[in-house]
């Protein structure tokens, strides 16, 4: 099966070629660390780490490069703001949205420059677009002309007369277009700054992504992904600088953004007051509910973070937990002694597995089309959960590896969408999950108190007590706690509360 994917470039969806067979060299523009990211920010960061993901699963080699913007006019005020320095500042929220890209489980780039660490490569192409004619210094700092190169406006589709008509009334008269774009900024007394042939100074946002991939992936690297608000200029300018200066083309072969994110059907802006931290929805939902909310829309569509999508993705995460907790629990029963082999029905249902492992990735190779793929999901916690219900009256000696190939199966359609991730505590992996995770910092988890409780039965066993030790299996069972004794001694599993 065969991947396509929409290029904003073409504005249609392509058979996706990769510069070298088997590879893919992507970059995601990374963010300006000033302040905690928000959910806009961080769908961008949700959606491309399961593009990054899926692309492995295909059996891609994947190089994924994302920046941290380090040194910006947002950086300098908030600094100035709190009184510390700049380096204080971004140091810091880079710390936190390393913490936060955790808690969501996103997988790490593979590389992550920072600005800061990437000044002389800058230099080097802001005076490779001087020499060419294609930027000019004014006061210490350095334009691009927008007029000297021939396809400025092609990822955008806009033209640049328009431009020019539609310019606001302040314009800076030192610049030849309206549209002429910072590559160096002269920087003012107390700001950070490099030397340069154009006096001190720092770079401009967009020369920083262009020397950055540039430098790591190279000229011509398959993806480059972003928000749909950096089209226009970020992505149309660092497609101007990057071609004038290596006078080649393409930059990059697919470009990839994604939709906005909208709070009970408004815009989310900071004008309108409802800036959500990604770091604040994880304090109420779990990470995963959160992940299945940004995946139930097709990227390139805006999405609601409102709190009724919220609980309704909660509830959705759920149905999923409660399968695994289900399929768990079966496969924990002892096996049936006389029963029938395998009934036509498991036959079918084996077949099917397959089946629904096809038809998801049909739907991711349609441009990552993650709507489609949770669906297909969906129905197969149905089936699941009907075969189940069906095994409550017999169980046929295929009955466990049955339950097995549909719980592998449903685990690793999951996994691909970066849900109950290796590590993460899952269903039925003898941890239990704190219910809205929101007791008090220094509560003991249930694991400990269930631990606790069992050592107390041991202690009681070991006394004769036998009353006792099963008065503590008969309640934990009660609250949905199974308690196995093994050889090796208990073992005990969350399997919800008994019918
Ligand atoms: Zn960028």
Redesign the pocket.
């Known amino acids: 099966m065969s991947l396509t994917v929409y290029n904003t470039m073409s504005r249609r969806k392509e058979a996706f070629v990769p510069r070298e067979e088997g590879k893919v060299f992507m970059y995601v523009?990374g963010p300006t660390v000033y302040n905690y990211i928000h959910v806009g920010n961080g769908r961008a960061y949700l959606v491309f780490d399961v593009i990054r993901r899926y692309l492995s699963f295909k059996g891609y080699e994947v190089l994924y490069v994302q920046?941290f913007t380090d040194v910006d006019d947002k950086i300098i005020n908030r600094a100035r703001e709190e009184g510390k320095t700049p380096e204080e500042i971004a140091r810091y929220y880079e710390e936190a949205f390393l913490e936060d890209m955790r808690a969501l489980d996103v997988i790490p780039p593979d590389i992550t420059p920072r600005a800061t660490e990437t000044i002389p490569r800058m230099l080097d192409m802001i005076q490779a677009l001087v020499d060419k004619g294609y930027a000019y210094a004014v006061d210490g700092d350095v334009y691009f002309r927008v007029e000297s190169f021939d396809g400025y406006g092609k990822l955008s589709g806009r033209a640049l007369e328009e431009m020019r008509a539609g310019e606001r009334v302040e314009v800076d008269e030192r610049k030849k277009h309206p549209m002429d774009f910072a590559l160096w900024k002269a920087s003012k007394p107390g700001e950070p700054s490099w030397e340069s042939p154009w006096g001190k100074g720092r770079p401009g946002?967009?020369i920083?992504?262009s020397a950055m991939s540039l430098h790591f992936l190279g000229m011509g690297f398959d993806i480059h992904g972003?928000g749909q608000d950096?089209v226009f200029p970020?992505?149309e300018n660092?497609i101007a600088q990057s071609e004038a200066y290596a006078g080649t083309q393409p930059f990059v072969r697919y470009w990839l953004h994604n939709g906005f994110v909208n709070i009970q059907e408004e815009k989310m802006s900071k004008s309108l007051g409802n800036i959500i931290l990604v770091r604040d929805i994880l304090k109420k939902y779990p990470a995963d509910a959160v992940r299945l909310l940004a995946l139930q829309t097709h990227y390139r569509s805006p999405i609601d973070f409102g709190p009724d999508a919220l609980d309704e993705a909660r509830r959705a995460h759920e149905r999923l937990e409660n399968c695994l907790f289900a399929l768990d629990a079966f496969l924990a029963k002892p096996p049936a002694r006389t029963a029938p082999q395998r009934t036509q029905r498991e036959v079918e249902l084996s077949d099917s597995f397959f089946d629904f492992e096809r038809r998801f990735e049909e739907a991711m190779d349609d441009d990552f089309n993650t709507a489609r793929a949770i669906g297909i999901v969906f129905e197969l916690v149905k089936e699941l959960n009907t075969y189940l219900g069906e095994q409550e009256a017999y169980q046929t000696l295929a009955a466990p590896m049955v339950t097995s190939h549909g719980r592998d199966t449903l685990l690793k359609l999951c996994n691909v969408l970066g849900l109950f991730s290796p590590g993460r505590e899952t269903a039925g992996d003898g941890e239990v999950k704190a219910e809205g995770a929101e007791s008090g910092g220094d509560m003991p988890g249930p694991e400990e108190l269930i631990e606790l409780l069992l050592e107390v039965r041991t202690l009681a066993r070991n006394n004769k007590q036998f009353e006792t030790a099963d008065l503590i299996r008969a309640r934990l069972r009660e609250l949905g706690i199974r308690v196995d004794d093994l050889r090796e001694g208990q073992r005990w599993k969350y399997v919800g509360p008994p019918e």
């Open positions: 523009c920046n946002w967009h920083e992504c972003g950096l970020h992505h660092e």
